[in-house]
Each structure stands twice: as structure tokens, then as C-alpha cells.
């Protein structure tokens, strides 16, 4: 592990990466210098932005949903490989420190959507809560927004997914049972790994594997359809825990899975490689290089299917455990869809589409 006076506990990243929409950067080139220069702000700084959109349509062909909202910009669990600290880049910051440090609350967000499901285009399908940072980060306690969204869904009777990291979600079990009984909610938890050292600093300000399970297990036996999400597998680190991660979650109500093959797009190439040797020095090499392997040489790969996949030995060996554990644990029993036919705009008499 790095040394304490080199290494910022409580936070993935450990540098802010430049940002490429921006022409110039401050620096800090001497330590003794004395020009106008501010530290970072350690500290988790909330702003608050009156957003004009909160339902956006998802174009990539590989994600599995249709329409996102995402209540929040940036995100303080602080995950090394999130591949959603690229979109800070669009806010004016870094992907680095700043998309754990300044979060962008989209306020407004619950009237927003009563909006967007008021006008008469709209045709029921379901909404992914969120398609970027997750919507129980450490924020949603204070806010609320996440849950106030689920509020709106259940009075039109429209349909959500749900995929977090966070216990936090529990908070909400009242309105989420509401859901689920009318068919019109499945939750994602993402695991990525029962080993709390990696934990705490690959996901440092996220909840333990054990609390995730217990989400599981409540949320399944209050009748919430539950799965796990196995993402990102990174060979090296945790690749090998994929069988362990979906026996447990099955063992506790789990009844769909998914999973993604670690890929370093745009600036999370610069910060997960730093973060890698910090943490990883005896065997950074070997996963670098594993990571290399499972890309056909690169870290990243755009392509649509395989990106979030892979290719080569590595990344087919990842495909290959999944397939078979997801079976044997019957993580795929069932084919099962969220219910469009009862959605109802307040007042409504019928269905208006």
C-alpha cells in the first residue's frame, strides 16, 4: 500500500486529469512558490444546477435500456474505473479528484420528469435510474432526489430500473415495494469484490459487499426483483471472485446477473493507471498487461458488443465463468419485463398513447 503522506485516503482518484475540453491548465510547478495558487478542496462541495432535461435517450445498442435520468453529476464512492467520470469533462472539470469532490445536484429534477411523462408524446417505456453515477451515492441522503423520481414514477405507474452500490437504496423500500408489486421496478447491485482491502480503495466511499448482499436479501423478500451486477471484472484484481460474488448473491434472492470486462476509456487510462502503482506496485505490470490482453493490445476498445466485453483469452475466459456460474446458480432463470400497459397520467381516464 503507499505511503500515508503520498496517498489521499478516501478518494480513487489521486490526481485531476486535464481536462480536454478546456485550452489552458493551472499548474503548480514548484512547491516553493508563492504565486496565487489554491490546494484542492479536500472536502465534498455540493452545486446545485437548475437542469433543463432529466430523461435522455440511450443510443449505444449495449447498455440494455432505453431512456436514463441521472439526479446527479459526478460521484463521491470515488470508483477507480468508472467510465462516467468523462462526462465531468462536459461540466468544465477534471475526471479526476474533482468528479469525487463537486457534484452537480440536479435539483429540479422530480418536476422535470412529472413534465416529460405529462406530454402526450410520450409512450411508456421503461427509465434507467441512472445510466451514469449512481443515484443512492452519499448526496441522496441529504437531497432526496432519487427518491422523490420514484415518487413521481409510482403515481404514473412508470416503469424503473434501479442499479447502485449503495445500502442507501433500503431507505426507500416502502415506495420501491409499492413498485414492485405492480411490476414496475428491478434493482442491479453492483459487486465487485468480498476483499474489503481492494475495496477500500478501488470503491472507497461506497458500502461493503456484505451490505450489498443484505440489499439483496430485503429487497427480495419485500418482492423487489433483484440482481447483481459483476462490474467491472479486472483480471489480476478481481476476475477471480466472479463465481464466489454470484453463488452469494443467489444465495440471498439474486434471480438475474450481469456483468462487464474492465475498459480504460479517455482520461480513466491516465488516472486507474496511477492509481494502480500507488496501490498495486508488486504486480501492476501483470494486470496492465492482462487488462492490455483482454483489449487486443489496448485498455480500451469502442467498438459497440465488444467494448464492454473484450476479446482474447483473458476476457473470454471472464465470459466463460459467467456463463456457466449464471447457470448453475440459475442467475437467468427467468424471462421477466417490466409491465408499460399501466402507465396513467394523473386524471387520465384510459390509456393516453
Same mark, same amino acid.
Given at each position: 500500500?503507499?505511503?500515508?503522506?503520498?496517498?489521499?485516503?478516501?478518494r480513487?482518484?489521486?490526481?485531476?486529469?486535464?481536462?480536454?475540453?478546456l485550452?489552458?491548465?493551472? =499548474?503548480?510547478?514548484?512547491?516553493?512558490?508563492?504565486?496565487?495558487?489554491?490546494?484542492?478542496?479536500?472536502?465534498?462541495?455540493?452545486?446545485?444546477?437548475?437542469?433543463?432535461?432529466?430523461?435522455?435517450?440511450?443510443?449505444?445498442?449495449?447498455?440494455?435500456?432505453?431512456?436514463?435520468?441521472?439526479p446527479?453529476?459526478?460521484?463521491?464512492?470515488g470508483?477507480?474505473?468508472?467510465?462516467?467520470?468523462?462526462?465531468?469533462?462536459?461540466?468544465?472539470?477534471?475526471?479526476?479528484?474533482?468528479?469525487?469532490?463537486?457534484? /452537480?445536484?440536479?435539483?429540479?429534477?422530480?418536476?422535470?420528469?412529472?413534465?416529460?411523462?405529462?406530454?402526450?408524446?410520450?409512450?411508456?417505456?421503461?427509465?434507467?435510474?441512472?445510466?451514469?453515477?449512481?443515484?443512492?451515492?452519499?448526496?441522496?441522503?441529504q437531497?432526496?432526489?432519487?427518491?422523490?423520481?420514484?415518487?413521481?414514477?409510482?403515481?404514473?405507474?412508470?416503469?424503473?430500473? /434501479?442499479?447502485?452500490?449503495?445500502?442507501?437504496?433500503?431507505?426507500?423500500?416502502?415506495?420501491?415495494?409499492?413498485?414492485?408489486?405492480?411490476?414496475?421496478?428491478?434493482?442491479?447491485?453492483? =459487486?465487485?469484490?468480498?476483499?474489503?482491502?481492494?475495496?477500500?480503495?478501488?470503491?472507497?466511499?461506497?458500502?461493503?459487499?456484505?451490505?450489498?448482499?443484505?440489499?439483496?436479501?430485503?429487497?427480495?423478500?419485500?418482492? =423487489?426483483?433483484?440482481g447483481?451486477?459483476?462490474?467491472?471484472?479486472?483480471?489480476?484484481?478481481?476476475?477471480?471472485?466472479?463465481?464466489?460474488?454470484?453463488?452469494?448473491?443467489?444465495?440471498?434472492?439474486?434471480t438475474?446477473?450481469?456483468?462487464?470486462?474492465?475498459?480504460?476509456?479517455?482520461a480513466?487510462?491516465?488516472?486507474?493507471?496511477?492509481?494502480?502503482?500507488?496501490?498495486?506496485?508488486?504486480?501492476?505490470?501483470?494486470?496492465?498487461?492482462?487488462?492490455?490482453?483482454?483489449?487486443?493490445?489496448?485498455?480500451?476498445?469502442?467498438?459497440?458488443?465488444?467494448?464492454?466485453?473484450?476479446?482474447?483469452?483473458?476476457?473470454?475466459?471472464?465470459?466463460?465463468?459467467?456463463i456457466?456460474?449464471?447457470?448453475?446458480?440459475?442467475?437467468?432463470?427467468?424471462?421477466?419485463?417490466?409491465?408499460?400497459?399501466?402507465?396513467?397520467?394523473?386524471?387520465?381516464q384510459?390509456?393516453?398513447?
Amino acid at each position: 500500500m503507499p505511503e500515508e503522506a503520498q496517498y489521499l485516503k478516501g478518494r480513487g482518484a489521486q490526481i485531476n486529469t486535464p481536462n480536454r475540453f478546456l485550452k489552458n491548465e493551472k =499548474v503548480r510547478e514548484q512547491i516553493e512558490s508563492i504565486d496565487d495558487w489554491t490546494e484542492s478542496n479536500p472536502a465534498t462541495q455540493f452545486i446545485e444546477e437548475q437542469a433543463k432535461t432529466i430523461v435522455n435517450k440511450v443510443d449505444s445498442p449495449d447498455v440494455g435500456m432505453f431512456y436514463s435520468m441521472n439526479p446527479y453529476q459526478g460521484c463521491e464512492h470515488g470508483c477507480i474505473y468508472c467510465y462516467a467520470r468523462n462526462v465531468h469533462e462536459y461540466w468544465g472539470y477534471s475526471a479526476g479528484l474533482d468528479f469525487e469532490q463537486k457534484i /452537480i445536484v440536479k435539483k429540479n429534477a422530480p418536476q422535470l420528469l412529472r413534465k416529460f411523462l405529462m406530454n402526450p408524446k410520450w409512450e411508456c417505456l421503461p427509465i434507467s435510474l441512472s445510466g451514469n453515477t449512481d443515484c443512492y451515492q452519499p448526496a441522496e441522503q441529504q437531497f432526496k432526489i432519487t427518491r422523490q423520481l420514484l415518487e413521481v414514477c409510482l403515481e404514473f405507474n412508470q416503469p424503473v430500473g /434501479i442499479i447502485t452500490k449503495n445500502a442507501g437504496i433500503l431507505r426507500d423500500k416502502d415506495v420501491l415495494t409499492k413498485l414492485a408489486a405492480k411490476k414496475l421496478v428491478s434493482v442491479l447491485v453492483s =459487486v465487485t469484490s468480498f476483499n474489503e482491502d481492494l475495496r477500500r480503495v478501488m470503491e472507497p466511499r461506497t458500502t461493503t459487499a456484505k451490505q450489498r448482499l443484505r440489499v439483496i436479501k430485503e429487497l427480495s423478500e419485500a418482492g =423487489v426483483r433483484m440482481g447483481v451486477m459483476l462490474g467491472p471484472m479486472i483480471p489480476g484484481l478481481n476476475e477471480h471472485e466472479m463465481q464466489r460474488i454470484m453463488l452469494a448473491a443467489s444465495e440471498n434472492g439474486a434471480t438475474f446477473s450481469a456483468y462487464t470486462f474492465i475498459r480504460l476509456n479517455g482520461a480513466i487510462k491516465i488516472m486507474f493507471h496511477d492509481w494502480l502503482y500507488k496501490n498495486f506496485p508488486d504486480r501492476a505490470d501483470k494486470v496492465w498487461h492482462l487488462i492490455e490482453n483482454g483489449h487486443g493490445g489496448q485498455v480500451n476498445d469502442s467498438r459497440w458488443g465488444v467494448r464492454m466485453r473484450g476479446e482474447g483469452p483473458i476476457s473470454d475466459l471472464v465470459r466463460q465463468q459467467f456463463i456457466k456460474y449464471n447457470k448453475l446458480y440459475k442467475l437467468n432463470a427467468e424471462r421477466w419485463e417490466l409491465d408499460c400497459t399501466q402507465f396513467r397520467r394523473p386524471g387520465s381516464q384510459g390509456r393516453l398513447f
